[in-house]
T-cell receptor
Framework: DGGITQSPKYLFRKEGQNVTLSCEQNLNHDAMYWYRQDPGQGLRLIYYSQIVNDFQKGDIAEGYSVSREKKESFPLTVTSAQKNPTAFYLC?????????????????FGEGSWLTVV | AQSVTQLGSHVSVSEGALVLLRCNYSSSVPPYLFWYVQYPNQGLQLLLKYTSAATLVKGINGFEAEFKKSETSFHLTKPSAHMSDAAEYFCAVSNTGNQFYFGTGTSLTVIP
């Protein structure tokens, strides 16, 4: 079945350590996104990418990095510069982006990954 | 700029009662509006979306929402709540399909 796969589901990070969350989609979607979810704060955009080899910062990009070397993959690295990384991370994708013909596109989500600092 | 406001971070209803979750949007262009549901430790699933075809939108699991331009609202309703409806609900707005703006969510509790 087509979908968005995030791994691992649960990840523990030590202080000063970088960790990478994986996101893979087999939906042939152009755009991919990373959101962070904290209780009571909804979803906050970290990074997004509309095409391969290109990505843009979202509202809370500091302390995070991404790459988009393949259309189906958009890994997120949480660096040691992110001082409060404990959260639920959601990867998402959209079929196509840009222009009026893509208006109303639905955004689809993976199952999420929990990151905890220990 | 676009945004959504969900009134009420927590809503409790009795099983069988009407569910009403409120969402107001702000958009400088005709909006595309969505409702998503999130169960614990899972991603968001699309309930329904409005793309200007009809003001009353029917979604999955018996939910529906009505787009009211004059009130800039897109409230979610369900005539009779079921225990399985207990979850977090998010309203979202998008522009041309690139950017999505989510509300802070409403946690629905269903009381047996």
């Amino acid at each position: 079945d087509g979908g968005i796969t995030q791994s691992p589901k649960y990840l523990f990070r030590k202080e000063g350590q970088n960790v990478t969350l994986s996101c893979e989609q087999n939906l042939n979607h152009d755009a991919m996104y990373w959101y962070r979810q904290d209780p009571g704060q909804g979803l906050r955009l970290i990074y997004y990418s509309q095409i391969v080899n290109d990505f843009q910062k979202g509202d809370i990009a500091e302390g995070y990095s991404v790459s988009r070397e393949k259309k189906e993959s958009f890994p997120l690295t949480v660096t040691s510069a992110q001082k409060n990384p404990t959260a639920f991370y959601l990867c998402a994708s959209v079929p196509r982006t840009g222009g009026r013909e893509t208006a109303g596109n639905t955004i689809y989500f993976g199952e999420g990954s929990w990151l905890t600092v220990v | 700029a676009q945004s959504v406001t969900q009134l009420g971070s927590h809503v409790s209803v009795s099983e069988g009662a009407l569910v009403l979750l409120r969402c107001n949007y702000s958009s400088s262009v005709p909006p595309y509006l969505f409702w998503y549901v999130q169960y614990p430790n899972q991603g968001l699933q699309l309930l329904l979306k409005y793309t200007s075809a009809a003001t009353l939108v029917k979604g999955i699991n018996g939910f529906e929402a009505e787009f009211k331009k004059s009130e800039t609202s897109f409230h979610l309703t369900k005539p009779s709540a079921h225990m399985s409806d207990a979850a977090e609900y998010f309203c979202a707005v998008s522009n041309t399909g690139n950017q999505f703006y989510f509300g802070t969510g409403t946690s629905l509790t269903v009381i047996p």
